[in-house]
């Protein structure tokens, strides 16, 4: 059973950092993408980042660009979503979510997680 399971979420004050991490079970990553994506009260799903777990590849919508990080650790499965310097704009529902990478940035992926909440307030 394929399973994603994000942590991390937590209240931080403006220009803080947190680590977002999504931990896979029931698949090997190797043949997948990874992405984050967000959703904010009363606004749309935002893709976020995506990583390829073959070759790596990488993608950053513009909003974080420069403040994200994405990476993967093959041995323990898991993907991070390395976030500084937020801002009160980045508050949301963070999700993971899994498929083929085009597909992922597409926002179509083919599972997802439960989501984890980041708020950032002072």
């Not at 919508?61 to 993967?72: E, M, N, Y």
């Amino acid at each position: 059973q394929v399973q994603l399971v994000e942590s991390g979420g937590a209240l931080v004050q403006p220009g803080g950092s947190l680590r977002l991490s999504c931990a896979a079970s029931g698949f090997t990553l190797d043949y997948y993408a990874i992405g984050w994506f967000r959703q904010a009260p009363g606004k749309e799903r935002e893709g976020v980042s995506c990583i390829s777990l073959s070759d790596g590849e990488t993608y950053y919508a513009d909003s974080v660009k420069g403040r994200f990080t994405i990476s993967r650790d093959k041995a323990k499965n898991t993907v991070y979503l390395q976030m500084n310097r937020l801002k009160p704009e980045d508050t949301a529902v963070y999700y993971c979510a899994a498929g083929e990478f085009r597909a992922v940035i597409a926002g179509v992926p083919i599972y997802w997680g439960p989501g984890t909440q980041v708020a950032v307030s002072s």
